[in-house]
């Protein structure tokens, strides 16, 4: 058999940096996990599957099963071109299946297996108004502010029970079954704990749905940032000359990001008021993915996290997109077992990002156990 591994190397943007305990890219360490922009996303998780061959390699002297390696430094601007790669170098990586470290745990002390990603629509909106900045007790209720129009358009995109309200969105949405609800509802989850760590007053989401079920299988739509008008210290009396804001929805199976981007910004044109212009640009996007679950490959990275961790593995969900998994199924025909080594409080994406080196040190092991395990797939 042959395995592909798949890493990557980028990171997201440290920022706010004056947030950060230590230098983002001073590697820093705090007790038991090292503190650093990509320690957990993704340069931590795939160097423990690197050093996993590694160790294999080192006291056997060979390995059990091929390995190849494709590690790239753009999967945080949605991988543009690594399908692109993928289909020019296909008979040099061809495999069986592949494999990617760049998820979580369910929680400390639990280790789990991904078999569902959402996918991804980012998109950019300016919205323009007059030629310049201007006067607001000399121009105000004469001329449309643009900060007004965007942020009425924004809030009109979600109803009060957090239902996104653009026609056509959910007519593609692949619901979820009785089976799945109940596996969900059957996970340690602790609802409170998650309130509590994250010091907000209650939950919110769309109504009718559990926490879970809406982090990992309903589609949502959040803006990202906001920028308008005078953002420094005191009062500028300013209506500014227009408005931006980054907005990204997150999509589950059966909703194609080209056509949930297509519609978005049709209806936002359509609620756009005349007295301004808006233009739309559409960034990276990547499709859900499901993982099937009957699989031999499964079942071998489940024995193999056994040794590894000392505790069976279980099957979630996860709210985040990696674009390569899509594009290994389309381009190399193969599936790809998505390993957690990290933990939901990482901080990835924010802050003070962390990896668990006892975690690290486990992701090591089981990538070892995971060569033995796969050799008779």
């Given amino acids: 058999p042959t395995l592909l591994i798949y890493g990557h190397y980028d990171v997201q943007p440290p920022e706010p940096l004056e947030l950060w305990r230590h230098g983002a890219f001073e590697p820093t360490l ?17 160097l423990a599957l690197v050093r996993g061959v590694c160790g294999v390699l080192r006291t056997r002297g060979s ?60 998109l950019e909106l300016h919205v ?3 030629n310049r900045d201007l006067h607001s007790g000399s121009f105000g209720g004469a001329v449309e ?43 340690p989850f602790k609802e409170e704990e998650f309130r509590s760590d994250l010091e907000v007053p209650r939950v919110h989401g769309e109504a009718g749905f559990s ?32 408005a931006s804001a980054k907005v990204s929805m997150r999509l589950v199976p059966d909703q194609h990001p080209d056509e949930i981007a297509e519609l978005v910004q049709n209806h936002l044109h359509s609620i756009c008021p005349d007295t301004c212009t808006l233009t ?11 993982v099937e679950q009957n699989s031999p490959w499964l079942d071998a990275t489940s024995r193999a996290i056994e040794k590894g961790f000392g505790k069976a593995p279980v099957m979630i969900r996860e709210g985040g997109s990696i674009p390569v998994v899509s594009d290994l199924k389309e381009t190399l025909g193969i599936d790809t077992i998505l390993l957690g080594l990290g933990l939901p409080d990482d901080n990835a994406h924010s802050p003070n990002e962390k990896f668990h ?13 995971l060569l033995e395990e796969m050799k008779n797939c």
Avoid at 71 to 88: D, K, M, N, R, T
Avoid at 163 to 169: D, E, L, N, R, V
Avoid at 280 to 290: I, N, Q, S, T, Y
């Fill in 357 to 369: 080196l006892p975690d690290y040190q486990r992701g090591i092991e089981t990538m070892a156990w």
């Fill in 63 to 122: 390995l059990p099963i091929n390995v190849k390696f494709v590690i790239e430094g753009e999967e945080e601007i949605g991988s543009p071109h690594l399908a692109g790669y993928l289909e020019s170098h296909k008979e040099e990586l061809a495999a069986d299946v592949a494999l990617v470290a760049d998820c979580s745990q369910f929680g400390p002390g639990m280790p789990a297996i991904t078999v569902g990603l959402k996918g991804l629509v980012y």
């Fill in 128 to 130: 323009q108004g007059p």
């Fill in 145 to 187: 502010n643009p900060a007004n129009a965007l942020t009425r358009m924004l809030g009109s995109l979600r109803d009060e029970e957090g239902h996104i309200t653009i026609p056509g969105f959910y007519d593609q949405v692949r619901e979820l079954t009785e089976e799945e609800r109940t596996s969900m509802r059957e996970l």
């Fill in 280 to 290: 739309v640009h559409c960034h990276h996007g990547a499709r859900p993915v499901l």
């Fill in 211 to 242: 926490t879970l079920e809406r982090k990992w299988a309903r589609p949502t739509l959040d803006i990202n940032g906001l920028l308008s008008g005078w953002t420094g210290e005191g009062a500028k009396t300013v209506l500014p000359a227009h």
């Fill in 30 to 46: 705090e007790g038991e996990d090292l503190i650093a922009r990509g320690a957990t996303d993704d340069k931590g998780q795939a």
